[in-house]
């Protein structure tokens, strides 16, 4: 057994959560150990490679790698162990391809984006500029000041003090949805619609669902920030930050397998692994998802109480068929953008099967792929449910058919993409699952129904003393940046119960 005092903090988990509050609390001084059921670091920001490809395992748009402001926290989360990572501009957030002929690109340039949107809405050109205006207020807030833990009221005292005016106008937007907001100013019912699929393609909900202040983030700091691909893939991050931590001393494991956390007299004192190994620690961090944490690490019948009500407020996103596909190069016309989003019918944009996502990471980093080939990630939700029960042979039939109803679909923005097809791999929500350990492979906590803003979401601490969960379960949810912005939370309040 290895014993409490040789280490501060167990991290059970390397997704960017996890690794952000271990090289956190490592570069503090904190002796840290992250524990890691997998075979490399990242979680849903890993990779894997086939054939000359290296796929990102889930996201690929991503924020926070900007040079300036307070909301880079990728590129301030690598900076404080002394490693960086190149990044490559993206000129386009997304390319929009949806109902009724909405064909429309988001430029990295914020005027460049209104102008594109106006053109389709003349008579909302005020009310667009409005909406995404007041979002821009929500970002100047928050970039106007250090991102740390909400729960250590001397931080928020000095917050204040240094920035009173963006603190209540964060206060203000803390309970609001962006698609309140976007009433306020928009009528247009396909615009409004339009604003519910900007949401969606990140929150997995409508802008009625969809907490103002992580839309006035994403809205806001793709125009300044901008999105930026990681040179080399994805999953660098998560390497970088490994190579980080051992630079600070951290240590990490791999195929370590918690599973249970232990607690003594109600406090969390060290985990168990699979292998039946004990490790203790002053505190405990679980990156793994809070149903995985409070239903799998520790008894079902003991959750406590606030974690019901949680659950009360939020379920399970579904997860996702993802198809990582090798093609010719001749099958993207010229011109082609790194992102894009497919729907065809407004009613089906939040099912299964509906809105359909495109990731083209080799057009931002070419040596992703074989010379002459490149990479497309498509990916659309899926529930689980869909994918149980199956015998094998069952299971990768029905993989097939809706790998190619997705390929027929893409068919119509890339003409030839069935016959200069290189590579197919598909993933379905078990894979999500097998391979992510997230329960049911779900993609993070979406509102059970309209709640207010951010109000509901759980910071670091837990009710069972000693134990901190992070990632996309905590405060402000999913996404690269938010789970970074949750890692630098929780590494803040567990320094100042560490008293570090
Ligand atoms: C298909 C897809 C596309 C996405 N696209 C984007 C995008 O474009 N941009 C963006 O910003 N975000 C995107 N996201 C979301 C983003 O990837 C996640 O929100 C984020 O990576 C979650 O990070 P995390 O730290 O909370 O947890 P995770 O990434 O889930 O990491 C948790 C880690 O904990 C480990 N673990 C779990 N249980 C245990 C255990 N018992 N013992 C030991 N280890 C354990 C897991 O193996 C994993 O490594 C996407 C996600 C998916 C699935």
């Given at each position: 057994m290895t014993k409490m005092q040789d280490i501060d903090a167990i991290v059970i988990g390397s997704g960017i959560g996890g690794l952000v509050t271990a090289t956190q609390l490592a570069a503090k001084g904190a002796k840290v150990l992250v524990l890691e059921r997998y075979l490399i670091p990242g979680g849903s920001a890993g990779y894997f490679e086939r054939q000359g490809?290296?796929?990102?395992?889930?996201?690929?748009?991503?924020?926070g790698l900007g040079q300036n402001g307070t909301t880079n926290l990728l590129t301030r989360a690598l900076s404080s162990v002394n490693v960086s990572q190149e990044a490559i501009a993206d000129p386009v957030q997304i390319h929009y391809h949806l109902p009724q002929g909405l064909d429309l690109k988001v430029d990295r340039i914020y005027e460049k984006f209104l102008q594109n949107l106006t053109a389709h809405f003349r008579h909302e050109e005020q009310g667009i500029r409005r909406f995404y205006d007041e979002c821009q207020k929500v970002f100047k807030c928050l970039n106007s000041m250090d991102l740390l833990s909400l729960e250590e009221p001397r931080y928020l005292l000095r917050v204040f003090f240094q920035h009173p005016l963006a603190c209540l106008g964060l206060a203000k937007y803390l309970p609001q949805n962006a698609g309140d907001v976007a009433r306020r100013y928009i009528k247009d019912p396909q615009l409004l619609k339009f604003i519910d699929m900007e949401c969606y393609c990140w929150s997995v909900v409508p802008s009625d669902?969809?907490?103002m202040i992580n839309a006035g983030m994403v809205f806001s700091d793709r125009h300044y920030g901008g999105v930026n691909y990681p040179k080399g893939g994805v999953g660098q991050i998560a390497q970088k930050l490994v190579e980080g931590l051992e630079k600070a001393?951290?240590?990490?494991?791999?195929?370590?397998?918690?599973?249970?956390?232990?607690?003594?007299?109600?406090k969390a004192v060290g985990v168990q692994l699979a292998n039946g190994k004990v490790y203790q620690a002053k505190r405990i961090v679980s990156n793994a998802t809070r149903w995985d944490t409070f239903e799998q690490l520790l008894p079902a019948t003991e959750m406590p109480h606030n974690e019901k009500k949680w659950q009360q407020n939020y379920q399970k996103s579904p997860s996702f068929l993802s198809l990582h596909i090798g093609v010719r190069e001749s099958v993207l016309p010229a011109g082609t953008e790194c992102h894009h989003i497919l729907l065809e019918d407004w009613e089906k944009m939040t099912a299964a099967e509906g809105t359909v996502f495109v990731s083209i990471p080799t057009l931002l980093d070419p040596d992703l792929a074989p010379n002459g080939y490149h990479i497309i990630h498509a990916f659309t939700p899926h529930w689980i449910d869909d994918w149980q029960e199956l015998s094998p042979s069952e299971y990768e039939a029905k993989k097939e058919e809706a790998a190619w109803r997705i390929i027929d679909r893409l068919e119509k923005i890339f003409p030839g993409l069935d016959a200069g097809l290189d590579y197919l791999e598909v993933g379905t929500p078990r894979t999500h699952r097998r391979f992510l350990g997230r329960e049911d492979g779900t993609y993070g906590p979406i509102p059970r129904r309209k709640l207010w803003g951010l109000l509901n979401m759980p910071f670091n601490r837990t009710a069972i003393s000693g134990l901190y969960c992070v990632g996309d379960s905590t405060f402000p949810g999913q996404g690269l940046n938010a789970v970074a912005f949750s890692g630098f939370a929780c590494a803040h309040r567990i320094a100042v119960d560490l008293g570090l």
């Amino acid at each position: 057994m290895t014993k409490m005092q040789d280490i501060d903090a167990i991290v059970i988990g390397s997704g960017i959560g996890g690794l952000v509050t271990a090289t956190q609390l490592a570069a503090k001084g904190a002796k840290v150990l992250v524990l890691e059921r997998y075979l490399i670091p990242g979680g849903s920001a890993g990779y894997f490679e086939r054939q000359g490809y290296r796929f990102d395992v889930g996201a690929s748009m991503i924020f926070g790698l900007g040079q300036n402001g307070t909301t880079n926290l990728l590129t301030r989360a690598l900076s404080s162990v002394n490693v960086s990572q190149e990044a490559i501009a993206d000129p386009v957030q997304i390319h929009y391809h949806l109902p009724q002929g909405l064909d429309l690109k988001v430029d990295r340039i914020y005027e460049k984006f209104l102008q594109n949107l106006t053109a389709h809405f003349r008579h909302e050109e005020q009310g667009i500029r409005r909406f995404y205006d007041e979002c821009q207020k929500v970002f100047k807030c928050l970039n106007s000041m250090d991102l740390l833990s909400l729960e250590e009221p001397r931080y928020l005292l000095r917050v204040f003090f240094q920035h009173p005016l963006a603190c209540l106008g964060l206060a203000k937007y803390l309970p609001q949805n962006a698609g309140d907001v976007a009433r306020r100013y928009i009528k247009d019912p396909q615009l409004l619609k339009f604003i519910d699929m900007e949401c969606y393609c990140w929150s997995v909900v409508p802008s009625d669902m969809t907490p103002m202040i992580n839309a006035g983030m994403v809205f806001s700091d793709r125009h300044y920030g901008g999105v930026n691909y990681p040179k080399g893939g994805v999953g660098q991050i998560a390497q970088k930050l490994v190579e980080g931590l051992e630079k600070a001393e951290g240590r990490i494991q791999y195929q370590a397998r918690v599973t249970k956390i232990l607690t003594e007299q109600g406090k969390a004192v060290g985990v168990q692994l699979a292998n039946g190994k004990v490790y203790q620690a002053k505190r405990i961090v679980s990156n793994a998802t809070r149903w995985d944490t409070f239903e799998q690490l520790l008894p079902a019948t003991e959750m406590p109480h606030n974690e019901k009500k949680w659950q009360q407020n939020y379920q399970k996103s579904p997860s996702f068929l993802s198809l990582h596909i090798g093609v010719r190069e001749s099958v993207l016309p010229a011109g082609t953008e790194c992102h894009h989003i497919l729907l065809e019918d407004w009613e089906k944009m939040t099912a299964a099967e509906g809105t359909v996502f495109v990731s083209i990471p080799t057009l931002l980093d070419p040596d992703l792929a074989p010379n002459g080939y490149h990479i497309i990630h498509a990916f659309t939700p899926h529930w689980i449910d869909d994918w149980q029960e199956l015998s094998p042979s069952e299971y990768e039939a029905k993989k097939e058919e809706a790998a190619w109803r997705i390929i027929d679909r893409l068919e119509k923005i890339f003409p030839g993409l069935d016959a200069g097809l290189d590579y197919l791999e598909v993933g379905t929500p078990r894979t999500h699952r097998r391979f992510l350990g997230r329960e049911d492979g779900t993609y993070g906590p979406i509102p059970r129904r309209k709640l207010w803003g951010l109000l509901n979401m759980p910071f670091n601490r837990t009710a069972i003393s000693g134990l901190y969960c992070v990632g996309d379960s905590t405060f402000p949810g999913q996404g690269l940046n938010a789970v970074a912005f949750s890692g630098f939370a929780c590494a803040h309040r567990i320094a100042v119960d560490l008293g570090l």
